[in-house]
C-alpha cells in the first residue's frame, strides 16, 4: 500500500528530508507553521535597507558534504561563490596587521612551516596542540584540552571555532571543536575553502529545494501548524494542527524538523539542549569596495566576519548574547566604523539593519551536547530531525542537512515499510 511521510517543519532540515525521500520515491508532505520556508536560514526583503537580505549570514566550507550533495540534488551548487583556494584573510582592527591563513590543499599541513601561510607571530610546533581537539573526551571543554593564549589560538583557533560553535571556544564542548577540526583542517585544504551563497541563502538553498518538491508533486503547506501529535502504543497515529486532525495510516511515518523548543513542546517527554546562545548580523545598503575580498575576519573588533555582496555589506558576530539589549543605531554606528576603517569607506552611516537571533543555536558546551536527542525516538514511526540534534556537529548548515538526510533515511527503512512491502 502507498504511505505518507509527514515532515513537520520546513527549515533547512526538513527541506533536505523532503528531498532525500522524493528522490527516494517516497509520498511527502511537509507543514510549516510559518508562511515561508527556510527557517533561519533564508533570505526576506528588508524596509529599512531597500533590498533583499538575509536573515542571517551562513558560511559552507568545500568539505561540507552533505550540504552540497544537497545543493547538487536540487541543482544549484553552481550558486555558491568564494576564493579559488582556500585562504582566509584577517585583519586585526586593534593592530592594523593585515595576513592572509592559506591552507595547502593536501592532507600533510605544509602550510605551517611557511610564514607566508600561517598565522604571523607562529612557528610550525605551535600548531601541534589543536590536534588534541581530535580526540578529547566528550565531557571535556576546549579550555581542559588546549591552551586558549597565544597567536594560534587568538589569531585561528578562537575565530575559527566561535564561528563554527557560537559560543566562547574555552567553554565549548572539545568532542564538538574536534569534529568541526576533523572534518576541515585535518582533511587539508580542499575541505577548507569558504563558500557564500552571493545571491541569497533563499536562492541558493531554498528556493530550489521548493522547485524540486513541486516538481516531485510533494505538498508544501504553509501557516500549517502542528500543535499535538497522538500516539497509540509505540506509533504516532494522528496529527492535531488545530483546525485539521489528520489521521495517521498504519504505514504513514513522521520526521519532526522543528527548533528544540517547539519539539519539546510537542513531545513533553523528549530530552532536547535547554541553553542557547545568540547571533547578530549587520546589513549595510552600500557597494563593496571592487578590492573587497568576499569574506574578511576582523580581530579585536566587535566585528567578527564582513561579507561583501552586491550593494551590501554584511557583518557577523557570535557569541553575541552581550549585545541583545545594546541600542540598536549606536550598534550600527559602532559596526560601521570598524566596517569603514578596514574598507576605506565614509564614516557616515549608510542604510542599515540588525538581525538579532536570541536563540540562534543551542549553547554548544559538553553539558548541553549531551542532551541532544538521537533521530529515533521511542515510536516507531517518528524520527527527529535539526541541528540541534545528535549529529556529532554543531549547529551548523552541514548539521541541519546531515540530520535531515539522516531522518530521512530511517524513515525509508522503518517498520512501516517494510509492512507495507511485505
Not at 4 to 11: L, N
Not at 104 to 112: A, T, V
Not at 177 to 200: H, N
Amino acid at each position: 500500500m502507498p504511505r505518507t511521510i509527514h515532515i513537520i517543519g520546513a527549515g533547512l532540515a526538513g527541506l533536505a528530508a523532503a528531498v532525500d525521500l522524493t528522490t527516494r520515491g517516497e509520498s511527502v508532505v511537509v507543514h510549516e507553521a510559518t508562511n515561508v520556508a527556510g527557517g533561519r536560514c533564508r533570505s526576506y526583503h528588508d524596509a529599512s535597507v531597500g533590498m533583499m537580505i538575509d536573515n542571517g549570514n551562513h558560511l559552507l566550507l568545500s568539505g561540507n558534504t552533505s550540504a552540497l550533495g544537497y545543493l547538487r540534488t536540487i541543482g544549484a551548487d553552481d550558486r555558491l561563490v568564494g576564493p579559488p583556494s582556500p585562504a582566509f584573510p584577517f585583519v586585526d582592527l586593534e593592530s592594523g596587521e593585515e595576513w592572509t591563513l592559506r591552507f595547502n590543499k593536501g592532507r600533510i599541513p605544509w602550510w605551517i612551516f611557511s610564514s607566508g601561510r600561517r598565522v604571523p607571530g607562529t612557528h610550525a610546533f605551535d600548531y601541534l596542540s589543536i590536534g588534541r581537539l581530535m580526540w578529547a573526551a566528550h565531557d571535556k571543554s576546549v579550555g581542559e584540552v588546549i591552551r586558549f593564549s597565544g597567536n594560534v589560538y587568538e589569531r585561528l583557533v578562537r575565530p575559527l571555532l566561535l564561528a563554527a560553535l557560537n559560543i566562547d571556544p574555552a567553554a565549548a564542548s572539545a568532542r564538538l571543536a574536534g569534529a568541526v577540526i576533523r572534518e576541515t583542517m585535518a582533511v587539508g585544504g580542499q575541505a577548507c575553502r569558504p563558500l557564500i551563497a552571493r545571491d541569497g541563502l533563499s536562492a541558493v538553498l531554498v528556493e530550489p529545494a521548493l522547485a524540486l518538491l513541486a516538481q516531485r508533486n510533494a505538498a508544501v503547506r504553509f501557516g500549517h501548524q502542528l500543535r499535538t501529535l497522538s500516539h497509540s502504543g509505540s506509533k504516532v497515529n494522528a496529527l492535531d494542527f488545530g483546525s485539521e486532525t489528520i489521521r495517521l495510516a498504519a504505514q504513514d511515518v513522521v520526521i519532526l524538523a522543528v527548533p528544540p523548543y517547539a519539539a519539546s513542546s510537542i513531545l513533553p517527554a523528549l530530552k532536547t539542549p535547554t541553553e542557547f546562545r545568540a547571533i547578530v548580523n549587520a546589513h549595510f545598503r552600500i557597494e563593496p569596495p571592487s578590492s573587497q575580498p568576499p569574506i574578511l575576519g576582523l580581530l579585536n573588533a566587535t566585528t567578527e566576519w564582513l561579507f561583501a555582496f552586491p550593494g551590501r555589506l554584511s557583518v557577523t558576530i557570535s557569541a553575541a548574547d552581550r549585545l541583545i539589549g545594546a541600542p540598536r543605531e549606536a550598534l550600527a554606528q559602532k559596526i560601521w566604523n570598524e566596517v569603514a576603517a578596514v574598507t576605506n569607506l565614509p564614516n557616515t552611516l549608510p542604510p542599515w539593519q540588525i538581525v538579532r537571533e536570541r536563540r540562534a543555536t543551542f549553547a554548544a558546551t559538553a553539558e548541553q551536547d549531551a542532551l541532544r536527542p538521537h533521530a529515533k525516538t521511542s515510536c516507531s514511526n517518528l524520527f527527529l530531525a535539526g541541528d540541534w540534534t545528535d549529529t556529532g556537529l554543531p549547529a551548523t548548515i552541514e548539521s541541519a542537512i546531515r540530520s535531515g538526510q539522516r531522518a530521512a533515511a530511517l524513515a525509508a527503512q522503518s517498520p512501516s515499510r517494510r509492512t507495507s512491502e511485505a
